[in-house]
């Protein structure tokens, strides 16, 4: 066996058997993606209900609106008496050519929002039916954001947030370690290259990382979540690795610079948690005010975050790898120079 | 000196010192050793022996002086130079979370060599039924007898040991030093520190000495022991003959006596032992002539505290 295969080998078997990377690599980032996923399911989703009675154009115009769940009935008093109870906001009767909204003004906000909404569509039902061109062109555009769905964002987030913390954690406690038990000095006086050393671990880093893609997004899918990849999800590919190497030369400058198992331990810490907070894991940064958003911007879990979550949900093209590639490739190249000038292969 | 011909030194130290801050470390130390050679560091704690054995390693930059090992610098690292030596630092370096048998087979990779002597090497140091169990289950000792294992997983010519028999208990420091014999016997070159003088004079073919970064002595144990020209001294049981019969026999330079013995000191032991066999008070008898310890007492006035 080559050196390079026997030390990815040695280096992964040591990590099946380390219970607690285990566990804070895959058990941890799943329960909050579970807890979260269960907890925020019904936000977000939903939709106005709006009775129906009879049937036509209308009817089915409404329900291709997808902005309502039409609720069928075959008596009016029975769809009426619902809108009277507050069950309901409001009822369509179509009766032929004509179309009549029983609504309750109790409930003003809901009752507003379906009545333009039944108007609009008979509008433009009578337009199309009037056979001239609509002088007014209007088209409705959705803001992305709102319309996902927590699991559509938190996927994404806590993916990332794993592969980071996964990242940063094991590149910087194995040069920590390795360090402190002289296997640096070891393999110094081993006719192997640190490349091929540096290699092994990254290596074994990415596969991590794959392990942790498939768990996550495999259980987000489940319909219980009910994630949705869009069809560009391979576009995440390239921001994935370069993420995952980027968060790998952190961990490696940690590991630099810390001499102590704790050392490490604290650093990693204080690297990754604010990143955590403030780059769209739990929520969507969208939500935060506009000078933690420009704050957010300096951390490169913010634009793995950004850019995993455009193409995996949101379902943006090439361009959108750009901007994370880049920042990520800059933190690589940056990152890495300064670790391997402050490496040391001793402690003195 | 031609590079690494069968006649040449397998390593050639040459004035090399070594100060961190104002402790001077290593501080001159010169020596050779040739090739099959079984060489030993002896000294107390801080004599200085890690930081020598690891500058003829090629793991640090001595200040100044110059080492050649196999006919070259070890320092800066040469790759090329690296398969023929092995090393056994003074903690043992491991992977973690991995077995007995894991470690041996990775530092074979590492080398380039297969895990064909995997096995022979668990045998050779009495590792085979812990070849299951993983390295921070292992003892210390066993610990210790893994990591050389692994130094000679790759069948190195010379082979530097950093205290191999710390932390074993007598039966595993015996098994460790037919280990050794072993290997010396395969025809490798040896350099191994140590704080034992009784074992190095049964081990090495030769030692230097060495406290406060100097080699105060060096030469084989037995041209040490000689060149102290100490008294040999007999001890008996009290009362098996009187302290003025004793003064009388041939060759007793000094008796002694305390509550349970009688110290007799000579320098010509065999006519004073051939007398008390005619006496037969040979009962209880106990020779004892000088070590290296005694050597070690003379050249620093100090009692050797390992
Ligand atoms: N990296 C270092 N930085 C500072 N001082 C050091 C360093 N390494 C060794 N020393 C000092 O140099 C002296 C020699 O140390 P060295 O480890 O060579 O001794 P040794 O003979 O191997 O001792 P021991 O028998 O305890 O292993 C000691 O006083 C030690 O404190
Ligand atoms: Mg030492």
Known sequence: MTAFKSLAKAMAKGLVRDKTTLFFSFLFPLMFLVVFGLLFR??????????????????????????VEVQRFDKLDDGVAKVRAGDLP????????????????????QAGTVQGLVSGVTQSLNVRASGRPPKFDFTAQQVEDSSLKPIQYLTPGILSWSIAVGAVFSAGMTLVTWRRKQVLRRLRLAPVSPVTVLSSRVLVTVTVAVSQALLFTGVASLPVFGLRLSGTWYLAI?????GVLAFFSIGMLVGAFCKTEEAATAAANIVTLPMAFLSGTFFPIDMAPSWLRAVSKVFPLRHMNDGLTDVMVRGKGVEALLVPCGVLLGFILVVSFIATRVFSWEDS | MTSTGAGAAAIVVDDIRKSYGDLKAVDGVSFTVGHG???GILGPNGAGKTTALEIMEGLREPDSGSVRLLGESPFPRKPALLPRIGVQLQASAFFDRLTAREQLETFSALYGVGAGRVDEMLELVGLTEKAGTREDKLSGGQRQRLSIACALA????????????????????????????????????IVYTTHYLDEAEILCDRVAIMDQGRVLAMDTPTALVRGL?????????????????AAGLPGADEVGEDEQSLVLTTRTPAPLLAALAERGTLDGLQVRTATLEDVFLQLTGREYRA
């Open chain 2, 154 to 189: 790759h069948d190195p010519d010379v082979v530097f040991l950093d205290e191999p028999t710390a932390a074993l208990d007598p039966q595993a420091r015996r098994n460790l030093w037919d280990v050794l014999r072993v290997i010396r016997e395969r025809g490798k070159t």
């Open chain 2, 229 to 245: 020209d100490a008294p040999t001294r007999i001890t008996l049981e009290r009362g098996t003959l009187t302290a003025a019969d």
């Open chain 2, 37 to 39: 050679e079984f060489f």
């Open chain 1, 90 to 109: 409001g009822l369509v009767e179509v009766n032929g050519d004509r179309v009549v909204l029983h609504f309750a003004a109790s409930n003003q906000a």
């Open chain 1, 42 to 67: 019904d936000a977000g989703m939903d939709k106005i209900k709006l009775g129906a009675y009879g049937d036509g154009e209308v009817v089915v115009a409404l329900e291709r609106t997808g902005a």
């Open chain 1, 238 to 242: 390239p921001i994935f690795l370069l």
